[in-house]
């Protein structure tokens, strides 16, 4: 008699953190024994290194593993996973349960391979699967609350617990003794769990530079606007170093140096939480661990305070009435409102102070009578039209993990989209028009530094709140502005593309199509 074949299964791997050197081939080890027992042969594996089983949404190995699952066109015939936290430490056990039953209702059960219980269905292992997604989700809490402890136990000896220097400042890297080791550049990080880190003076041009800052401020009297344009005047700039995206100085980077405690030598943590990889949220001044003394300061507490005082007189001691005021004056001298006018004008407060307290520049302008609604309905559609594109420029790349890229040559360049060893794809929204009595079309407008490139063509619905459909395009071969209807005879130029599943597939049928 022929031996029965060997059933064709998939195995997901996952480690929470790059510490766990050898986790991914010890689950790897454990379920190869598992598959052999049972006549399973592994033929395809999904993996997640250094990720938390907290949320879907950074997995990209078991996204590719539902997705393909979802789709029917995955080969195998089971998923081995090593134990229940493997598959998620998800905070709603439902969570968990509900991408196992994706895969269940597919036809392809999960095994959990170093787990007492068979994940047959039965009463005991479903009462068992229950408790193990409870204690994986319990025990991401319990860590969450010993590690947070330990922050805040470390913050208050002033030991540094993340993120960038600031300008003017670097990170040094203590030995558990306190002896100074060496600085840590951009991006860099301890690899001793008992090494500190502190900061410490940078450059004497930067530290010197932080201090004049404070000069033109208090003695000068320049605002905070004013002394950035001064500085760029100057031709300094932010250190690459700990600013990289950023090449000249604006109001947000001046009023960060001015505000921050830290350039007094106070240390500050706890200013906000996002406890298990939910939404950020702002803790009141009595929750932070603030201790002084912990750095050298750049100023002294005394100047800091001083420069706190005058940035209080000029914005946060004025209402909102006060603001409003303002704007009402300005426009009464200019005839106009601009943000580079609120911007230039000393006495005003900044574009941001307005976004802060009335929701934005336009919810100011319409409560001292300026302009009509109709002024900023445009504005409002590229917004919206602009958070649409770059949700699905992060889908796309979500979908081929390794395989696309999101690239920006410069800072006046549009974000496109880079297929390796490939071409790079332009993304153009196209938005809904009323041509005729009952027509829909849509109006195209082409980015002329993109006109050559291969084109993913996404036309809004009639709400625009979501894609009516996808075309691939050898190009965009116009230069201004037009209009197409539903089955434009422009658009056979190209592929319409079912899913965004199968963007690969459909470029390289096109730019083939456009070869031949």
Known sequence: MAENPLVPVAQYLRMSTEHQQYSLENQSSAMQKYAESQGFVIVQTYSDAARSGLVLRRRTGLRQLLQDVVAGTSAHKAILVYDVSRWGRFQDTDESAHYEFLCKSAGIPVHYCAETFANDGSLPSLIMKALKRTMAGEYSRELSVKVLAGQKRLAAHGFKQGGVPGYGLRRMLLASNGTPK??????????????????????AIEVECVREMYRMLIEGGLSVSEIARELNRRGIRPSSEVCRSQATWNYQSIYQVLTNLKYAGIHVFGR????????????????????????????????????????????????????????????????QLTVRLIEHSWDMASPSTYKHRFGSLQEAYKLIGYGRPESFRNSEV???????????????????????????????????????????????????????????????????????????LARL???????????????????????????DEWLRRGQRLPRLSDLLHVVDQVRAFRRG
């Open 182 to 203: 060496q600085l840590l550049a951009s991006g860099e990080r301890k690899s001793i769990a008992t090494d500190r880190v502190i900061l410490v003076h940078g450059p």
């Open 272 to 335: 906000s939480t996002q406890k298990l990889s939910t939404p950020t949220v702002r803790l009141p001044k009595s929750e932070w661990v603030i201790t002084s003394g912990a750095f050298e300061p750049i100023v002294e507490p005394q100047i800091f305070d001083r420069a706190q005082q005058v940035l209080r007189s000029r914005t946060f001691n004025k209402s909102n009435q006060e603001l409003l005021d303002d704007l009402r004056s300005l426009l009464a001298a200019e005839g």
């Open 382 to 456: 590229r917004r919206r039209s602009q958070a649409l594109r770059d949700e699905l420029l992060s889908e796309i790349v979500s979908l081929y993990p390794g395989e696309i890229a999101i690239i920006r040559p410069g800072r006046k360049w549009r974000p496109r989209l880079q297929i390796r060893k490939g071409p790079v794809v332009s993304v153009l929204l196209a938005r809904p028009v009323r041509i005729a009595k009952a027509a829909l079309g849509w109006l195209v407008d082409p980015a002329r530094r993109e006109s050559r490139s291969v084109t993913l």
């Open 461 to 487: 619905d009639k709400a625009k709140s979501g894609f009516y459909d996808f075309h691939i395009l050898p190009n965009i071969d116009r230069k201004r502005r037009f209009c197409i209807k539903s089955t």
